[in-house]
């Protein structure tokens, strides 16, 4: 299908169209963003511009290809075997690429979708029952008791802590982390997160990372993830992301190689040591590096909202045998609140800079 066109069997909040027009003119009854993206998906031009979200490097305007979207939607339907008629929920921002592709699935494969405001429990009052649906870790935390209203849900946009994992095991619904960027036009790959080979309280025993249809893996000189998606970019993409590489089409990620901290000539990456933290810490954190005369840079812990003091943390962190003594961090400060993204993840460079830390 083109994109001037959408599937028969598309619905939106349980209505059918029948022409672009139609559909354009109802959307903006339900909301501005829903409206203003399907008149950019029914215009003249071949792309969408979509902004990047933040995350790692300052937000900037990108042009991704119609057909490339399409392409991407016609894959998620496949790997997760969702069909014409497939009940969707859209609870996340249409601004972003994550809400955009949502609409874009439902369009080009005759998905019945419904669109609720994008609030931290989207489900709380929801009579309806889903086929398939995209949430932040934040919405599903926030939903767990509601969650047995949808079959499957992807979760992307940034970790699921340990307290989160052990909290969906056993949940009949098929939750999966989604691997992409804007630039990939979201998902590339996908890990299953509950009812797999998981130890509670211990060591994460997860599925590695595998592809969709049409996505070849390699590895660049840093042991960075070097995508091949030809259905989805024009060109190879290279990623800052450290990986595992198990195959071309299944991989670990490891962490940023940006974000490594060198602390006296041992490299540390803290995306690994955050997980082997999480099964201690319930409340948001990161570790970062900070300068320190004698080690060039020291590794330091940041944690939001804490009233435990640093002394009491600081114990149970060096009872964590599956640390090292170089991960245990040197100093603990507090932040009142971190500094977010537009797509409400930890913006850890403004955080660092502009917050004012106390012991």
Known sequence: ????????????????????????????????????????????KLYIEVKTSGSTGTPKLIQLHKKHMINSAKATGEFFKLPEKTTALLCMSPKFIAGKMMLVRALVSGWEIDVVEPISNPLKNSKKSYDFTAMVPMQLHNSINEIHKI??????????????????????????????????????????????????????????????????????????????????????????????????TEFKWLGRFDSIINSGGIKLIPEQIEEKLSGIITQRFFVTGIPDVVLGEKLVLIIEKNKISASDILNEIKNLKTLSRFEVPKEIYFVTNFIETPTQKINRKKTIKCAKFFN
């Not at 982390?177 to 890990?191: D, F, N, Q, R, S």
């Open 1 to 44: 299908m083109s994109n001037s066109q959408f599937h028969i069997d598309f619905k939106l909040q349980g209505k059918s169209f029948n022409s672009k027009e139609e559909l354009i003119d109802y959307s903006k009854s339900i909301s501005p963003e829903v409206a203003s993206f399907l008149k950019d998906w029914f215009n003249d």
């Open 151 to 248: 079959k499957k849900l992807i979760v992307g946009g940034g970790m699921v802590s340990k307290e989160l994992l052990d909290k969906i095991q056993n949940i009949d619904t098929e939750i999966f982390a989604t691997y992409g960027m804007t630039e990939t036009i979201t998902h590339i790959a996908v890990k299953r997160l509950n009812n797999v080979d998981y130890v509670i309280a211990s060591e994460t025993k997860q599925p590695h990372y595998i592809t969709l249809p049409n996505i070849k893996l390699s590895q660049d000189s840093r042991n960075c993830l070097v995508i091949d998606a030809p259905k989805v970019s024009t060109k190879n993409i290279i990623t800052n992301d450290l990986i595992e590489l198990f195959s071309e």
